[in-house]
């Protein structure tokens, strides 16, 4: 099946500590994304990626980094800068620049709770 | 820099009511729109879109939404709820031709059996 794979899908951890959450995708999809959901607030932007070695910041980068080495893997490191990193993170692909192809695709979520 | 508005919040329904959500986006230049809904426990996934053309879309499961460019708006609307529609639906933008997507804050709809 192609889809978007996140793992793990829940993660605890203690303050301060550095965390990774993966995101595979299997739709050779050029561009990924990763948005955090909060309660009330929606989805906001961390981090976005047109093409491999490649990426640029959302609305909400600070605390956070990523990295595009392979085509369909586009890791995200919650680190111990980010002040508030408990919530539900989610990645997403698009098949080129969504403004042109239009559709994300996204994956089922990881969900951060740091102690 | 695009934003998008959803006013409701959280909206109850009884089964066989009409729903409209509504959506209004600011940004001064061609945009694409989205309706996305996220099922209990499912992942988010795409209800429908507007590129251009007709301002009525139609998308999944009866959903409409019209494109209305003098008022920046893009209302979700189905004549008929079902309890299966109760998800939270978010409203999406993106400029023509860019790769970031913006999404509104949500609305979650409960529609009552």
């Known amino acids: 099946d192609g889809g978007i794979t996140q793992s793990p899908k829940y993660l605890f951890r203690k303050e301060g500590q550095n965390v990774t959450l993966s995101c595979e995708q299997n739709?050779?999809?050029?561009?990924m994304y990763w948005y955090r959901q909060d309660p009330g607030q929606g989805l906001r932007l961390i981090y976005y990626?047109?093409?491999?070695?490649?990426?640029q910041k959302g609305d909400i980068a600070e605390g956070y980094s990523v990295s595009r080495e392979k085509k369909e893997s586009f890791p995200l490191t919650v680190t111990s800068a980010q002040k508030n990193p408990t919530a539900f993170y989610l990645c997403?692909?698009?098949?080129?620049?969504?403004?042109?192809?239009?559709?994300?695709?996204f994956g089922e979520g990881s969900r951060l709770t740091v102690l | 820099a695009q934003s998008v508005s959803q006013h409701n919040h959280h909206v109850i329904l009884s089964e066989a009511a009409s729903l409209e959500l509504g959506c209004n986006y600011s940004?001064?230049?061609?945009?694409?729109l989205f309706w996305y809904v996220q099922y209990p426990g499912q992942h988010l996934q795409l209800l429908l879109k507007?590129?251009?053309?007709?301002?009525l879309v139609k998308g999944i499961k009866g959903f409409e939404a019209e494109f209305i460019k003098s008022k920046f708006s893009f209302n979700l609307r189905k004549p008929s709820v079902q309890w299966s529609d109760t998800a939270e639906y978010f409203c999406?933008?993106?400029?023509?031709?860019?790769?970031?997507?913006?999404f509104g804050t949500g609305t979650k709809l409960q529609v009552i059996p």
């Open positions: 507007y590129f251009s053309g007709d301002p």
């Open positions: 997403a692909s698009s098949m080129g620049l969504a403004g042109v192809t239009g559709e994300l695709f």
């Open positions: 940004y001064g230049g061609t945009v694409n």
């Open positions: 739709l050779n999809h050029d561009a």
């Open positions: 990626s047109q093409i491999v070695n490649d990426f």
């Open positions: 999406a933008v993106t400029p023509l031709g860019y790769q970031k997507v913006t």
